[in-house]
T-cell receptor, first 110, second 115 residues
């Protein structure tokens, strides 16, 4: 079993829809949780960063962390075709190493 | 402000050869880490450099080695290339104080194909 599980998709939704992306994890020691966006043939770009449990909002993006369920989510409101990309969750272990999900490919249809 | 730059962007090698990949960190960033990303997978941590010393390493064999220079730029060297080394190699830098939080700034990567 991988430490971080993420559905690879693809997830296809119409423009304007609310998108929900999720990751589950097994290591209860994870404290820092991140969402990165990766466009094709590009490096990942940090979208959201959360410490411990709770919610964080930035514009159309909301990140949620539920440590009791070992479950994190990224919500995208009013989705745009430019949001089409692969979304990677990442978590930091006790050795300060990032453990990544495999990424979910998101397609927003105009 | 110049971001993280990597070279070369693409290269093809044959099994058994050696390769050197280069990375210039973002201005003011003193920590550099390297990741391997196979097709359809998330990045895998190779190692991290801080003040020219390796201060963290993932589950990669010793034929993966690196350097960090006084200007914080870095190299990744891979000896005795294997077919499974074919991947996108990503360099990421972090500003002082943030390396331990996972806030990384990535370059566009070097795509290595081993034949």
């Amino acid at each position: 079993q991988k430490e971080v599980e993420q559905d690879p998709g693809p997830l296809s939704v119409p423009e304007g829809a609310i998108v929900s992306l999720n990751c589950t994890y097994s290591n209860s020691a994870f404290q820092y949780f991140m969402w990165y966006r990766q466009y094709s043939r590009k490096g990942p770009e940090l979208l959201m960063y959360t410490y411990s449990s709770g919610n964080k909002e930035d514009g159309r993006f909301t990140a949620q962390v539920d440590k009791s369920s070992k479950y994190i989510s990224l919500f995208i409101r009013d989705s745009q075709p430019s949001d089409s990309a692969t979304y990677l969750c990442a978590m930091m272990d006790s050795n300060y190493q990032l453990i990544w999900g495999a990424g979910t490919k998101l397609i927003i249809k105009p | 402000e110049t971001g993280v730059t990597q070279s070369p962007t693409h290269l093809i090698k044959t099994r058994g050869q050696q390769v050197t990949l280069r990375c210039s960190s973002q201005s003011g960033h003193n920590t550099v880490s390297w990741y391997q990303q196979a097709l359809g997978q998330g990045p895998q941590f190779i190692f991290q450099y801080y003040r020219e010393e390796e201060n963290g390493r993932g589950n990669f064999p010793p034929r993966f080695s690196g350097l960090q220079f006084p200007n914080y730029s870095s190299e990744l060297n891979v000896n005795a290339l294997e077919l499974d080394d074919s991947a996108l190699y990503l360099c990421a830098s972090s500003p002082p104080g943030l390396a331990g939080t996972g806030e990384l700034f990535f370059g566009e990567g070097s795509r290595l194909t081993v034949l």
